[in-house]
């Protein structure tokens, strides 16, 4: 048998008959490995199966620099899906997405020459990436990046209604 970082317990369980080997995702080292490891669990969860089987469909997932880094671990040396989980994601921690802090917003700004309609969808882009985001942050912000000083003015000297008051 070759050398593989799967305890022998793992490679000792058969795959069920029906299972779904999840060949569609594929993580190459560039992207986030904490959404690529929670889309796994996620289908893994819904075909499921055990820890054996969720270690031995993992690889599958894996192409480019992240396979060469799973074929370089010790042999023998996963023994658990906690084990493969928590080494990806030291292997790859650099490559996690930083969660947005709400003083990025200030940071979006109306460029010059750029449409009104193209600000806002960027500027709406942003407050999706944002925890905990209130009304009165996001106008604010907004209303500051703006270049359109008549849009600026309609913003800022007509009320606002919210759903709640209406």
């Not at 899906?81 to 292997?91: E, G, H, K, N, T």
């Not at 709406?124 to 905990?132: M, V, Y």
Request: aromatic fraction near 10%.
């Amino acid at each position: 048998m070759w050398a593989t970082p799967f305890h022998h317990s793992i490679l000792g369980v058969r795959l069920p008959k029906h299972f779904d080997k999840p060949t569609d995702m594929r993580y190459d080292g560039t992207q986030d490995p904490q959404e690529h490891l929670t889309a796994f669990e996620a289908r893994m969860n819904l075909e499921g199966v055990g820890d054996e089987v969720r270690c031995r469909a993992f690889p599958v997932t894996l192409a480019g620099p992240a396979i060469r880094w799973f074929n370089a671990l010790p042999q023998g040396s996963i023994t658990t899906f906690a084990d493969i989980s928590r080494a990806f994601l030291a292997q790859f921690t650099t490559h996690i997405t930083k969660a947005k802090h709400l003083i990025n917003l200030l940071g979006v700004t109306q460029r010059t020459g750029e449409p009104t309609r193209k600000y806002l969808d960027r500027f709406n882009d942003e407050c999706l990436e944002i925890d905990g985001l209130t009304d009165s942050v996001s106008s604010l912000c907004l209303t500051n990046g703006l270049l359109n000083e008549d849009f600026r003015k309609h913003l800022t000297t007509k009320p606002v209604w919210t759903m709640q008051e209406i």
